[in-house]
């Protein structure tokens, strides 16, 4: 079983920064993709961004210029810098990972989710 903390939400005011970190734990083999969604009061959850075990990245056009996500493969943990942060940034934003666990089984798990608040 693999378990996500993720942590690093808050408040901040419009054009403020935020960093999200995300760690995973328990029986892991290897992880291959990671990443972060959001999902606002009334709406579904949506792709943030990702990231590959090789570095690849992928943004959704809401965030790009603005967001930066990162990885350390040694810690298997997930960053997301967030700059510029606008009031429709607000939600609670979920952590993602997929791998292998123990005896190489599939794995897909997610974080609790973390507030972040953007407002004067």
């Known amino acids: 079983q693999v378990q996500l903390v993720e942590s690093g939400g808050g408040l901040v005011q419009p054009g403020g920064s935020l960093r999200l970190s995300c760690a995973a734990s328990?029986?892991?083999?290897?992880?291959?993709?990671m990443g972060w969604y959001r999902q606002a009061p009334g709406k579904q959850r949506e792709l943030v961004a990702t990231?590959?075990?090789?570095?690849?990245?992928n943004y959704a056009d809401s965030v790009k210029g603005r967001f930066t996500i990162s990885r350390d493969n040694a810690k298997n943990t997930v960053y997301l810098q967030m700059n510029s942060l606008k009031p429709e940034d607000t939600a609670v934003y979920y952590c993602?990972?997929?791998?292998?666990?123990?005896?190489?089984?599939?794995?897909?798990?997610w974080g609790q989710g973390t507030q972040v608040t953007v407002s004067s």
């Open positions: 993602n990972a997929e791998g292998y666990g123990s005896f190489l089984r599939r794995f897909g798990s």
């Open positions: 328990g029986s892991i083999f290897s992880i291959d993709a």
């Open positions: 990231i590959t075990s090789g570095g690849s990245t």
